[in-house]
């Protein structure tokens, strides 16, 4: 496989659920991007059955590879899928997360134009059982402002981020796997305090499933992770004072919050 524009890199695991999203995934790249494309699928220790079916039904795909990480866990295996990587720029997905058909042509053709970007800010669309709903927040991480926002744990998205591969390589970056969730926010904020060519786009990447592995891990279990992530990071450990204040300021900001909410909710009563 020759030199590719784009690697997406997608760990794989118990994905009979998730399979027809992922061939729908495959089908909408490959449609009209398959020579600028590969498709990394990343498993760990050992292929499950699901994951094999899957590979079996993509056989004849020059394009996609199914890629063996001998560590277990999420981060290990995106870590395996940038060693491997081929492409010019990288994107991470999970299996339940879903292209915009209509927008993801208009992503490639913009980093065809602009092949210095070092990350390009995309937005979702959070999808639950019942609604769709855009998110914003990547796009705050762009321009002066942005110097500073991603200090307050934005962008959160990466999925609807796309980073460039010879920058990850240049500062040998890597996810870390010491992390339970955080890991890929902690990424991000490497990668943007490390260029400043940092470019958005206000369109609708991608849809991200809100039931993620994350999803139930608490506010303060988060802070504490995205401290030891700076404290860990040998181009971030310059900012930890300036998170711990951070982070405690937005802890408080949200116990007083609700503490304000529930005394009013009190006086109403009582009135």
Not at 97 to 124: R, S
Not at 220 to 229: L, Q, R, T
Request: net charge positive; with cysteine.
């Amino acid at each position: 496989m020759g030199r590719k524009f784009l690697s997406i890199i997608i760990p794989v695991k118990n994905i009979d659920k998730w399979e027809e999203n992922i061939l729908e995934n495959v089908n909408l790249v490959n449609d009209k991007n398959e020579d600028d494309v590969e498709i990394l699928f990343i498993y760990s220790k050992k292929m499950d059955s699901s994951v094999l079916k899957l590979k079996q039904k993509l056989f004849h795909k020059k394009n996609i590879k199914f890629i063996k990480d001998e560590q277990t866990g999420i981060y290990s295996a995106m870590n395996k899928g940038i060693y491997v990587s081929n492409g010019e720029f990288i994107q991470f997905m999970g299996s339940d997360d879903t292209f915009n058909k209509k927008n993801f042509t208009k992503v490639i053709n913009f980093l065809k134009k602009n092949l210095n970007t070092g990350i390009l800010l995309c937005e979702a669309i959070l999808s639950t059982d019942n609604i769709n709903e855009k998110e914003s927040g990547n796009k705050l991480a762009c321009g002066r402002g942005g110097r500073i926002h991603w200090l307050l744990s934005s962008p959160r998205i990466h999925q609807a981020m796309i980073y460039n591969n010879k920058l990850i390589k240049k500062y040998n970056l890597r996810y870390l796997t010491s992390l339970k969730v955080t890991s890929d926010y902690i990424f991000t904020a490497e990668l943007l305090s490390l260029t400043r060519n940092i470019k958005k786009l206000d369109l609708w990447f991608i849809s991200y499933y809100k039931y993620g592995f994350s999803s139930d891990f608490s506010v303060i279990s988060n802070y504490a992770e995205h401290i030891k992530g700076f404290a860990q990071s040998k181009y971030l450990k310059k900012y930890l004072l300036i998170v711990i204040i951070l982070r405690f300021g937005m802890l408080l900001n949200r116990v007083l919050k609700k503490f304000i909410y529930s005394f009013y909710k009190y006086l109403k009563k009582i009135s």
